[in-house]
T-cell receptor
Framework: IAGITQAPTSQILAAGRRMTLRCTQD?????MYWYRQDLGLGLRLIHY???????GKGEVPDGYSVSRANTDDFPLTLASAVPSQTSVYFC?????????????FGPGTRLTVL | GQNIDQPTEMTATEGAIVQINCTYQ??????LFWYQQHAGEAPTFLSY??LDGLEEKGRFSSFLSRSKGYSYLLLKELQMKDSASYLC??????????WGAGTKLIIKP
């Protein structure tokens, strides 16, 4: 079934630990995105990639890094987690990075940093 | 700064009609999206407007006025399964989506 998968579904992490959230899509979409969603706030863009091999910073990139080695995968790494990074993280993809393209979302990863 | 405003919460009755408003101030405009998000789930696409006017899709319609920086989502014949959050998002001049905080819609029997 075509779509986006994320792993893990949820995670409790000690502050200071390194963590990689995985995202894989099989729709051959060029653009991929990482958002965080916090109560009372809209989705906020962390990083994006318009095509394999390129990445860009979103609204809240500090403390996060990404890579895009191929079309399908777009992992998000927290180098040294802090409690303020407790959030629900959504990966999304779209056919291209603009125009009328719709973004499709993965099921999310709920991360708690203690 | 960029800003998307929508009501935090609305309540409506099963079978009725509800209108969810969204106002925006963004650097550029390249379209407005509405998404539905059930609790604990991912957002799913509902509608897209780039020109002024009404787009109808079954029980859901979305309206856009670019000169007023305003959109609404109209839900007709409400069903209990429509209980969800509705997210308004605007694609700005950099083609990034700017998201509102969402409107939680509660449907009562």
């Amino acid at each position: 079934i075509a779509g986006i998968t994320q792993a893990p579904t949820s995670q409790i992490l000690a502050a200071g630990r390194r963590m990689t959230l995985r995202c894989t899509q099989d729709m051959r979409h060029n653009a991929m995105y990482w958002y965080r969603q916090d109560l009372g706030l809209g989705l906020r863009l962390i990083h994006y990639s318009n095509t394999a091999g390129t990445t860009g910073k979103g609204e809240v990139p500090d403390g996060y890094s990404v890579s895009r080695a191929n079309t399908d995968d777009f992992p998000l790494t927290l180098a040294s987690a802090v409690p303020s990074q407790t959030s629900v993280y959504f990966c999304a993809s779209s056919r291209t990075g603009g125009g009328t393209d719709t973004q499709y979302f993965g099921p999310g990863t709920r991360l708690t940093v203690l | 700064g960029q800003n998307i405003d929508q009501p935090t919460e609305m309540t409506a009755t099963e079978g009725a009609i509800v209108q969810i408003n969204c106002t925006y101030q963004t650097s550029g405009f390249n379209g407005l999206f509405w998404y539905q998000q059930h609790a604990g789930e991912a957002p799913t696409f509902l509608s897209y407007n780039v020109l002024d006017g009404l787009e109808e899709k079954g029980r859901f319609s979305s309206f856009l006025s670019r000169s007023k920086g305003y959109s609404y989502l109209l839900l007709k014949e409400l069903q209990m399964k429509d209980s969800a959050s509705y997210l308004c998002a605007v694609r700005d001049s950099n083609y990034q989506l700017i998201w509102g905080a969402g409107t939680k819609l509660i449907i009562k029997p």
